[in-house]
């Protein structure tokens, strides 16, 4: 059995919205992170079921949300209604500081999230399919090398309620076709950027802009994606469809930052361009997260199509909850970038108009109120 383990957890039951007397993590084991782990329960979180045959015209996309923070943003999503919506990685912050290997620190911040009633009301409202990030992954910044990985994907597919195959095998990389209507066909292809990832390169300049983390390492043994993960990504890609939405927790076409991304492994990067032209995979358009901020991307050259990319980031822990309220915000470098970065709440919706062969992408704010779009002509994805 895959996780043999993962009656130790002892992972339990609760209601999946708050009550009155639902017992909250602070009752528990208030805010410290040393709290005994038996004394910890994760919860399971269930979302509408996923219909695959129906026609999909409205998908949310949505990462980073602080689960003791206001959660009032879901109830605008919900409002959306949206067909199907894309939690995108960080979904809550759970970093195991403790070092415990049952994790208490991470089932207590999903045992929060379960208990956010706006989010109960989003669940209810359209299916949710998840990606993981690193501060649901466990650690800060962690990848293949982290210590509790597997309770890490024990404790998600739980939480997740999975089911499919991804129950079966390392790491929670998934994908789905929706919509029985030819011509009219979306797949979701959500990567796992952390349980195989290799180590990054430290940056020599910790803090200067354009390097504040990392640098781009151009080991060609080093992979963001495992072989395993390679081999199955190739054959999704195989498969028809109208229009594929890429998930991935991390920015892949964004180059104006030195934090974790797609860039630091620039042999990857381009084995993930070689990839899609190899499968001749019409329609792809990338969604990611991670950033705390949100901006629309386009890259040319590196396939066959204009690539584009959609990052939405934060929920309810945006960029400018860090910055000088005296000083105006700098943009960063943007190669690639079409429009200035947002550093608010925030979530994407896409809309598609089958009719018209057109996808807009927006980014929208905690009002629902639309900051930024762009329209893509889906003939132009060939």
Same mark, same amino acid.
């Given at each position: 059995?895959?996780?043999r383990?993962?009656?130790a957890?002892?992972?339990?039951?609760?209601p999946?919205?708050?009550?009155?007397?639902?017992v909250?993590?602070?009752?528990l084991?208030?805010?410290s992170a040393?709290?005994?782990s038996?004394?910890i329960?994760?919860?399971p979180?269930p979302?509408?079921?996923?219909?695959e045959?129906? $026609?999909?015209?409205?998908?949310?996309?949505?990462?980073?949300?602080?689960?003791?923070e206001d959660?009032?943003?879901?109830?605008?999503?919900?409002?959306?209604n949206?067909?199907?919506?894309?939690y995108?990685g960080?979904? /809550?912050?759970g970093d195991v500081?403790s070092?415990d290997?049952?994790?208490p620190e991470?089932?207590a911040?999903?045992?929060?999230?379960a208990q956010?009633?706006?989010f109960? &009301?989003?669940?209810?409202?359209?299916p949710?399919l998840?990606?993981?990030?690193?501060?649901?992954?466990?650690?800060?910044?962690?990848?293949?090398?982290?210590?509790?990985?597997?309770q890490a994907?024990a404790?998600?597919?739980y /939480?997740?309620d999975?089911?499919?195959?991804r129950?079966?095998r390392?790491?929670v990389?998934?994908a789905w076709?929706?919509g029985?209507?030819?011509?009219r &066909?979306?797949?979701?292809?959500?990567?796992? $950027?952390?349980?195989?990832?290799?180590?990054?390169?430290?940056?020599?300049?910790r803090?200067?802009?354009?390097?504040?983390?990392?640098?781009?390492?151009?080991d060609?043994a080093?992979?963001?994606l495992?072989?395993?993960?390679?081999a199955?990504?190739?054959?999704?890609?195989?498969?028809?469809a109208?229009?594929?939405?890429?998930?991935?927790?991390?920015?892949?076409?964004?180059?104006?930052?030195?934090w974790?991304?797609?860039?630091?492994?620039?042999?990857?990067r381009e084995?993930l361009?070689?990839?899609?032209?190899?499968?001749?995979?019409?329609g /792809?358009v990338?969604?990611s997260?991670?950033r705390?901020?949100?901006?629309?991307?386009?890259?040319d050259?590196?396939?066959?199509?204009?690539l584009f990319?959609?990052?939405?980031?934060?929920?309810?822990?945006?960029? &400018?909850?860090?910055?000088?309220?005296?000083?105006?915000?700098?943009?960063?470098p943007?190669?690639? &970038?079409? $429009?200035?970065?947002?550093i608010?709440?925030?979530y994407?919706l896409?809309e598609i108009d089958?009719?018209?062969g057109?996808?807009?992408?927006?980014?929208?704010?905690?009002?629902?109120?639309e900051? /930024?779009?762009?329209?893509?002509?889906?003939?132009s994805?060939?």
């Open positions: 059995m895959k996780h383990f993962f009656a957890l002892a992972l339990m039951v609760l999946s919205c708050a009550t009155d007397d639902a909250t993590p602070d009752e084991w208030g805010q040393e709290a005994p038996g004394a329960r994760a919860v979180m979302s509408a079921p996923l219909d045959t129906k $026609t999909i015209s409205r998908v949310v996309f949505a990462s980073c949300a602080q689960q003791n959660q009032s943003i879901w109830d605008v999503i919900a409002a959306e949206p067909d199907v919506t894309l995108m960080d979904n /809550v912050y500081r070092g290997p049952a994790m991470l089932k911040a999903y045992m929060r999230l956010s009633e706006p109960s &009301r989003a669940r209810a409202a359209a949710l998840a990606a993981w990030d690193d501060h649901d992954f466990g650690m800060n910044d962690a990848g293949g090398d982290y210590q509790y990985k597997e994907e404790i998600f597919e /939480v997740w999975v089911k499919d195959e129950a079966d390392p790491g990389y998934g076709i929706l029985a209507e030819e011509g &066909r979306i797949q979701i292809i959500v990567l796992d $950027t952390r349980f195989f990832r290799s180590g990054l390169k430290p940056t020599d300049e803090g200067a802009k354009g390097k504040e983390r990392y640098l781009p390492d151009p060609p080093k992979t963001m495992g072989e395993a993960q390679w199955w990504l190739a054959d999704e890609l195989k498969k028809p109208d229009l594929r939405l890429l998930v991935s927790s991390v920015q892949v076409i964004a180059d104006g930052h030195g974790e991304a797609w860039k630091m492994l620039p042999a990857e084995r361009y070689q990839t899609i032209d190899a499968a001749e995979a019409d /792809v990338v969604l997260g991670d705390h901020a949100a901006a629309l991307y386009r890259k050259g590196v396939i066959d199509y204009p990319e959609a990052t939405s980031s934060s929920l309810n822990l945006p960029l &400018r909850n860090w910055l000088d309220p005296d000083k105006p915000y700098e943009q960063e943007g190669p690639n &970038r079409l $429009t200035d970065m947002i608010d709440a925030n994407g896409l089958w009719e018209a057109v996808v807009e992408m927006s980014i929208r704010g905690a009002d629902g109120a900051i /930024v779009a762009d329209i893509v002509e889906l003939s994805l060939r």
